[in-house]
């Protein structure tokens, strides 16, 4: 049997290197999108490109379109900021939707015809627990929601080509992004830890493993599904 060929963006650091890490261990032939190249290898082939130009995106895509047969897509490049509504400027938003929205289209969009002609594919979209609503988050919370609006109507529209389309909302997770984002004191995260059920901060593995999961044969049943991996953060504030 071909291994499964996954492309995902943001491969360069943090959760999507890791899930690079994990789905090459697990067979996966890994492809890699990132605007700066990893700092000790890749478990895969590389592509250099920053997913904020739509044009540089849209080539880069084409090439890999024409060389591999992709199946598996992570959307798992993201940008955020740490603004309020009021500070929020009409640029900021565009290039966060830029990164967090476009960019997953269009990567579906370009690994598509591949996948259909297999009558087999999946898409797992990395999205945030900031979409159920967090201070200072405007664009992004407002992007990854978006994100979860593409996840349900994708998996309705895909499932007749034997496509699953999946979603899964990290919490805090010790990531560079995050603490470049969340600098807090000792005593600080102290306090967000008992907040978090499982009195801890995820780590980029922890993401990896329930993306393996959604690629997995085990997940060839679950489609348009939202998974919060957030050690319980999540609990009372999602939906059921």
């Known amino acids: 049997m071909n291994p499964r060929v996954t492309l995902i963006t943001g491969s360069s650091r943090g959760i999507g290197l890791a899930a690079a890490q994990r789905l090459a261990a697990d067979g996966h032939h890994v492809i890699g999108l990132a605007r700066s190249a990893p700092a000790a290898g890749f478990p895969g082939d590389f592509f250099q490109v920053d997913l904020a130009d739509a044009a540089a995106t849209a080539d880069v895509l084409a090439s890999i379109?024409?060389?591999?047969?992709?199946d598996s897509i992570v959307n798992n490049?993201?940008?955020?900021?740490?603004?309020?509504?009021?500070?929020?400027?009409?640029?900021?938003l565009d290039r966060l939707l830029a990164v967090n929205l476009r960019a997953p289209m269009q990567c579906v969009q370009a690994c598509l015809p591949a996948m259909i002609q297999s009558g087999q594919g999946s898409i797992v979209n990395i999205a945030s627990r900031a979409a159920l609503g967090m201070p200072r988050r405007t664009a992004y919370a407002g992007a990854k929601s978006g994100l979860l609006g593409f996840t349900r109507t994708w998996a309705l529209e895909l499932g007749v080509h034997g496509i699953t389309v999946n979603a899964v909302a990290p919490g805090p997770v010790l990531t560079e992004l995050y603490r470049n984002n969340n600098p807090m004191s000792a005593q600080q995260r102290q306090e967000l830890e008992q907040r978090i059920p499982l009195r801890r901060l995820g780590q980029p593995e922890d993401i990896a493993g329930t993306i393996a999961f959604f690629l997995s044969g085990d997940a060839h049943f679950v489609t348009g599904q939202v998974l919060y991996a957030c050690g319980g953060l999540s609990v009372g504030v999602a939906p059921l």
Not at 65 to 70: E, G, K, R
Not at 77 to 92: C, F, I, K, V, Y
Request: aromatic residues 4%; glycine residues 4%; proline residues 9%.
């Open 77 to 92: 490049a993201g940008l955020t900021t740490s603004h309020t509504l009021q500070e929020t400027r009409p640029d900021e």
């Open 65 to 70: 379109a024409a060389q591999f047969p992709v």
